[in-house]
């Protein structure tokens, strides 16, 4: 018995192995195109469900495409009812791990190719020029893993079958409410420890392949492994940002409702599931069945949960507010507005004045930065950027030929005005970096020339952020020009540090770096102040 356990824990070992190996090979070997399409194909709910349900059938991974869902609604490319499709789709895609593993019970030996083609994708992993190449060797090599992993654990099975009896674990008859409730909490536990549903999916399907569970008891633990994806993406936003815990929200949301579905209609559910199996295959294949039903109940919480997506996007949306969000959410953008021009324009400068001023805010922290103030700057600027991006979004759709002479050449300026700020909160994270990597140089006048350039930055952004008093353009611009000549002296001093062996060269280079950021976060600062401050005698930049 130790054996055959010591075998079906390698068997699993060696699958989840291949599923990781298939991932990973498959997103170097797409490059970015998975990554395109995803963006691409989410513009209608319907179209996000297909290209979840595409890429992660592909991937093997519901994960990656969460973790891509995720950055697309913090970057403001999807909105939450886009990703909630993407979200939809991607559980459609994870019951290809059931196909896959029905395939080797309906008599077709794939089993007996997988050698061929691991020796093939290594071939490819270590002999290919391009990573894309590469990476499909990776994915062959865990493809062929795959269905070696999936022979030993069916192996083992066979052995616990031979030498014990179907009967050895009791569920072989399909059992009462007592051990159906008992497997549906044990496909619970094991994707919540193995943190995949594959390799639930994998140990039930080969279970119920060997006759070690019955069918009713197999559908219940496979229930349960779907409700076990859920704990991944909650432990993944314990300390997220709130569109990941969001999202994270209604994939709990989907896989609570397709199981709930599951659970009423089980016994009408098995026996669609046996009808179709047997039209699409000779002979009782409970893999089969079992991948049909698994396909059945996530396709029945689409049904449901799909008309329910902007419903469901609303109320998340009111749920985990944070500062972050309220700054990223226009306050005087309005749809009604577009169609006045003459309204629209005060009030996309007016938001742009916002954004001023929380670009302005964001910078002063990252040049006098608090203890612990990286993860809250990091999060300030996403919101900014998604602020930035929503004023272009909006300005962009007004109609520049109904507008008169003046405010339509005054729109293009407010977009160059949006892209300055959002490119200063984008650097305001590097800048960040400005202060420990003067503190570790090596030269005291280097380290006193650099602090000094960083106070003449501060200085300057002070003074883009302050009152349109007649003296304010004036005392920026003056103030651009003493930053500039600190930036250039402390240049020279740290680079003379270098020379005299005062200073490392990777103190250097990264002291270098962060100062090059914080020059292009002041220049872009006061580039903006310049086209949005009325009082500007050139409005250029």
């Known amino acids: 018995m130790l054996m055959i356990l010591l075998n079906a824990a390698g068997g699993l070992a060696l699958f989840m192995l291949a599923m990781a190996m298939m991932t990973d090979g498959l997103k170097a070997a797409a490059g970015g195109g998975l990554r395109d ?32 869902v995720i950055g697309f609604v913090n970057a403001g490319i999807l909105s939450l009812r886009q990703a909630l499709g993407v979200v939809f789709g991607a559980n459609i895609g994870t019951t290809m791990t059931g196909w896959l ?11 007996h190719y997988a050698l061929p083609v691991i020796a093939l994708g290594v071939l490819l992993r270590f002999l290919a020029a391009g990573k894309r190449l590469q990476g499909l060797g990776e994915a062959l090599t865990g493809f062929g893993l795959f269905f ?26 399909g059992g009462g409410p007592g051990p159906l409730a008992l497997l549906l909490l044990a ?24 006759g070690l569970i019955g069918l009713p008891g197999a559908a219940m633990a496979v229930i349960g492994a779907n409700l076990g994806t859920t704990s991944t993406a909650a432990f993944a936003t314990l300390t997220a940002t709130a569109n990941a815990r969001r999202v994270a929200a209604g994939h709990i949301a989907f896989n609570l409702i397709a199981g709930a579905a599951a659970l009423v209609l089980l016994p009408l559910m098995l026996m669609l599931a046996g009808w179709i199996s047997h039209a699409l295959t000779p002979g009782d294949s409970p893999a089969m069945m079992l991948a049909i039903f698994h396909t059945g109940f996530n396709i029945l919480g689409l049904i449901v949960m799909l008309p329910l997506a902007g419903v469901l996007a609303a109320r998340l949306e009111r749920l985990f507010r944070t500062a972050e969000d309220d700054i990223s959410r226009p306050r005087h953008l309005d749809i009604t507005l577009r169609a006045t021009p003459a309204l629209a324009l005060p009030a996309i400068r007016a938001e742009l004045a916002r954004l001023h001023d929380e670009a302005a805010a964001l910078a002063g922290l990252a040049l006098s930065p608090r203890p612990g103030a990286r993860g809250a700057l990091a999060r300030r600027a996403v919101a900014c950027r998604q602020l930035g991006r929503a004023i272009t979004e909006f300005a962009t759709r007004l109609r520049m030929q109904e507008m008169p002479r003046g405010e339509a050449e005054a729109l293009p300026v407010m977009l160059r005005v949006g892209r300055y700020f959002e490119e200063a909160a984008r650097l305001s994270p590097a800048a960040l970096e400005a202060r420990p990597a003067i503190a570790a140089l090596g030269g005291a006048q280097a380290r006193d020339a650099a602090r ?6 501060r200085r300057a952004i002070t003074l883009s952020a302050g009152p349109d008093d007649p003296g304010h353009a004036g005392g920026r611009e003056a103030a651009l020009e003493a930053f500039e000549t600190a930036y250039q002296l402390a240049k020279s001093e740290i680079l003379r540090a270098a020379a005299q062996g005062e200073a490392g060269p990777e103190a250097v280079d990264a002291a270098l770096d962060a100062l090059s950021h914080v020059r292009r976060l002041t220049e872009q600062m006061v580039k903006g102040d310049r086209l949005l401050d009325p009082e500007t005698p050139e409005r250029t930049a």
């Open 101 to 111: 593993v029905a395939a080797t019970g309906i008599g077709f030996p794939v089993e």
């Open 37 to 68: 399409l995803l963006r691409g194909w989410t513009s209608s709910v319907l179209r996000g469900v297909a290209a979840g349900a595409l890429i992660t059938g592909v991937l093997q991974s519901s994960s990656a495409v969460l973790v891509a």
């Open 452 to 457: 000094e350039a960083l106070n003449s930055a």
């Open 187 to 210: 496909g619970f536990a094991v994707t919540v420890l193995t943190q995949s549903s594959s390799a639930s999916i994998a140990i039930i399907f080969t279970a119920a392949a060997e």
């Open 148 to 173: 070696l992993g999936l022979s030993v654990l069916k192996d083992a099975f066979a052995g616990v079958v031979e030498t014990y009896g179907a009967e050895a674990f009791g569920f072989a008859a």
